[in-house]
């Protein structure tokens, strides 16, 4: 089996057990398999959801980024009537900002200024599988070794999303910088 039909045969696992990590160089062509021909041969039943930790230096904006990013590439397989957590946060913005332009008493105009700081994507949950279970949501997490987040700690940000969420995860790194790296570390051996 080639790389693309290793990933596609994971991807078709009913219950995968952990997540997958592609490795190679850099500029070795991981992404562009990904987001090619990977994503070509799913289109039908899964979404690709590449997510870049380049830069990620907080858990809390490696969790936005991620909502950030599901939302991007799942909102367009959203049908009318789809319960998928941003139609309902629509209509409730849209009721608490209509209840406040009726509203004119003294100190509404803070009630406005604060529903307007509202962020719509606080209340949306994201889901591994969407549109009435046709679709199937695979994490690609790129670029590990690029996080500013310790090694570990960003691969306890996507076990979260792997075993707790039940996601499909993908992880593509470069392995020799991450050994690099983990060699900056100083183990002390006690006895």
């Known amino acids: 089996m080639n790389t693309k039909d290793e990933i596609v045969y994971f991807c078709n696992e009913l219950h995968p057990v952990g997540a997958l990590m592609l490795t190679g160089e850099w500029g070795c062509g991981k992404t562009y398999l990904i987001e090619h021909d990977v994503k070509k041969e799913l289109s039908d039943t899964h979404i690709i959801v ?14 936005k980024v991620v909502k950030k990013r599901w939302v991007d590439e799942c909102a367009p397989f959203f049908k009318a009537g789809d319960d998928e957590g941003l139609i309902p946060v629509g209509k409730t913005i849209v009721s608490i900002l209509g209840k406040i332009g009726k509203t004119v008493t003294p100190g509404s105009e803070i009630i406005a200024e604060t529903a307007l700081s509202i962020n719509p994507f606080d209340f949306v949950k994201i889901k591994p599988i969407i549109s009435g279970g046709n679709k199937h949501v695979v994490l690609v997490f790129d670029d590990l070794e690029r996080s500013k987040l310790n090694t570990t700690d960003i691969l306890g940000c996507i076990n979260e999303y ?30």
């Not at 590449?50 to 969790?63: A, C, K, P, T």
């Open 50 to 63: 590449r997510i870049s930790l380049f830069g990620i230096s907080s858990i809390d904006e490696f969790n």
């Open 162 to 191: 792997c075993e707790n969420l039940e996601f499909l995860v993908i992880i593509v790194a470069n392995e020799n910088i991450i050994t690099k790296q983990s060699k900056k570390v100083h183990i002390i051996n006690w006895r």
